[in-house]
């Protein structure tokens, strides 16, 4: 195989009470991204399509990811990456994440596969880290996963990939505004007091045994946040009336997506989904607030091929 061609999807991380650590892949959403193998070695991006993002592999997630992986696999042929970026980088669907996934996952295939799961997860960390000073899996591990993922643990690094229930659907609401990564992490508080810890850690086994049992009702009741959304859901646009209206729409909970600003809605089928859909856009309508809405089944495989040559 010289050549592979990748669609990279999207991701939520967070789902409210499972900041840092939980995560989900979407379905419809995302970047496509091709490798090839070049007799240079080391790794290129020779183009970028949708996004002012910097060529130089050094200053591009899906380059520093590449190079971690060569790092520890080196080969005398090099890689060149094309990128089409459909998501917005900064939106809090994992933007950078898809890119940093699909450049270690096109160049593992290119190799042969060598690598298995938790090793993509940790090199694509490696861009993460790039694009916010932290080498957080929280986005890459569902993009490469699919499904759910929790990150039990960073060191040594334990992640859990859990099935959707079948019926399961997202909506991401994107609007269209700048929120920096860094202005949504200094809103946050360094401690947690111990009864918000306590409804923290319990919505977070609800979710967790809402998924395994396939329980919607449990799902929904455990989408509650009390650490992070009542610091961050202020600097989000019309954040409570999304979430009331995702509510009335019939959605099982919302929050904030990523560090924001998108806010997502998980809804049990495509028809609640809609509806979801509608009526969070009817918000942003009414304010005149440019956005972008996405409703997409839960990607139970995350990255895919498209084409090999
Ligand atoms: P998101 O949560 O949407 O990934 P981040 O703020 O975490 O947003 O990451 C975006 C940052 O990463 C931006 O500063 C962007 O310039 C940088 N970046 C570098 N390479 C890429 C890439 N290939 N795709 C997206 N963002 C990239």
Same mark, same amino acid.
């Given at each position: ?91 809090? !669907? ?54 759910? #993922?929790? !990150? ?24 269209? !505004? ?97 509806? #979801? ?33």
């Amino acid at each position: 195989m010289n050549q592979i061609k990748l669609f990279s999807p999207a991701t939520i991380a967070n789902l409210c009470c499972g900041f840092d650590v939980m995560g989900l892949c979407l379905d419809n959403i995302g970047d496509e991204v091709e490798i090839h193998k070049s007799e240079t070695p080391g790794v290129r991006i020779v183009s970028i399509a949708g996004a002012d993002l910097p060529l130089e592999a050094e200053k591009n997630v899906a380059g520093v990811a590449a190079l971690a992986l060569l790092r520890e696999w080196p080969t005398d042929f090099g890689f060149e990456i094309s990128i089409t970026k459909k998501i917005k980088a900064g939106s809090g !669907i994992g933007s950078s994440a898809a890119s940093a996934a699909a450049a270690v996952f096109g160049i593992n295939e290119l190799l042969g596969r060598p690598y298995e799961g938790l090793d993509l997860i940790r090199f694509a960390m490696q861009g993460e880290k790039l694009a916010s000073g932290s080498a957080h899996a929280d986005n890459v591990a569902p993009a490469l996963l699919g499904a759910f #993922t929790l !990150i039990r643990s960073y060191d040594p690094l334990d992640v859990i990939r859990i099935d959707s229930p079948e019926d399961l659907y997202a909506v991401v609401i994107h609007p269209d !505004i700048e929120l920096r990564t860094a202005d949504a992490r200094s809103v946050l508080k360094q401690n947690v007091s111990l009864p918000n810890a306590i409804e923290q850690w319990g919505n977070l086994g609800g979710l967790v045994a809402g998924l395994y049992t396939k329980d919607y009702g449990l799902i929904g009741r455990s989408l509650q946040d009390k650490v992070i959304e009542p610091l961050r859901g202020i600097l989000i646009p019309g954040f409570d009336k999304l979430k009331t209206v995702a509510q009335q729409a019939g959605a099982l909970g919302s929050g904030i997506s990523g560090s924001g600003p998108s806010v997502f809605a998980l809804c049990k089928g495509a028809a609640s989904a809609q509806q #979801t859909a509608d009526m969070m856009s009817a918000v942003y309508g009414q304010i005149s607030l440019k956005h972008d809405v996405w409703i997409s089944s839960i990607n139970p495989k995350g990255i895919k091929i498209l084409e090999t040559n």
